[in-house]
């Protein structure tokens, strides 16, 4: 796993190598960065990238500008002495939000949460796949029992609304409760990637591993995995359906 950091702080650089070292020595850390152009530089030729550690500050230039180019499913850690920049960060992948001096316990914590998402991530992605945009177009924040969470749209597994509520139905099987309609989920997520299959569901192109004839004209969308939902697509909206999936 090959995990970049981006500090001027080379005590804290330090501190950060340390602790992955003692978490798990088989990662690959790759730094530090200490300029907005050796981040770019580096994002520009590789696309081999898991996870991403940095301070909001890079000298006197913010490091937001550089993050527009890491690809979407790319998890990211702030570690940092500003505390101002939180909800903006948000914005670009932002996985925890550490202020300096951070605990150890805090940045493992940080560090399983963007291991456990990563191990997920890599089989939804093409090999350099890159966003074109800001975060605004990878992620969704839902609110949860005990705070917030940040859902990455690669994780989705399907969105279904159920007794005139909307889940978010997640890889790992985790389910969250939006307070969006499906049309207006469907519209965030993007009708590209995204598909409002029939009045129940939206699924994203990644998990659809086929279909299936059904009576009456009807398809059945068969998705990646077990124990996925019955999904039918109406025989009025087949060649819809099959042209988003780009099949005859």
């Not at 909001?56 to 702030?78: A, E, H, S, T, W």
């Not at 316990?105 to 089989?123: E, G």
């Not at 409760?177 to 590209?192: F, S, Y």
Request: glycine share 4%; net charge neutral; aromatic share 10%.
């Amino acid at each position: 796993m090959k995990i970049l950091i981006f500090d001027i702080d080379v005590q804290n650089y330090h501190f950060i190598c340390s602790v992955l070292e003692d978490y798990d020595v088989r990662y690959e850390v790759i730094g530090p960065f200490t300029t907005i152009e050796q981040c770019r530089d580096y994002l520009l030729r590789h696309k081999d990238i898991d996870i991403i550690i940095t301070d909001v500050m890079l000298g006197n230039d913010l490091v937001f500008d550089v993050l527009n180019i890491v690809p979407n499913y790319v998890p990211i850690v702030f570690v940092t002495s500003h505390e101002e920049y939180a909800l903006k960060a948000f914005e670009y992948h932002s996985l925890s939000y550490l202020i300096k001096p951070v605990e150890e316990a805090d940045l493992i914590k940080a560090i399983s949460k963007a291991v456990r998402l990563r191990k997920v991530s890599p089989l939804l992605t093409p090999q350099g796949s890159w966003s074109n945009g800001g975060g605004e177009h990878s992620r969704i924040v839902v609110k949860t029992f005990n705070g917030e969470r940040i859902i990455y749209f690669s994780t989705i597994r399907y969105v279904v609304s159920e007794q005139k509520n909307t889940y978010i139905k997640l890889l790992d099987g985790n389910s969250y409760r939006v307070d969006k309609t499906l049309d207006e989920m469907v519209t965030e997520l993007g009708e590209e990637k995204f598909k409002k299959v029939n009045r129940k569901f939206i699924v994203p192109i990644e998990q659809v591993l086929g279909t299936e004839r059904r009576e009456n004209g009807k398809l059945r969308i068969l998705l990646k995995g077990k124990n996925f939902p019955d999904i039918i697509v109406s025989r009025t909206r087949k060649r819809e359906m099959c042209e988003w999936l780009k099949m005859s």
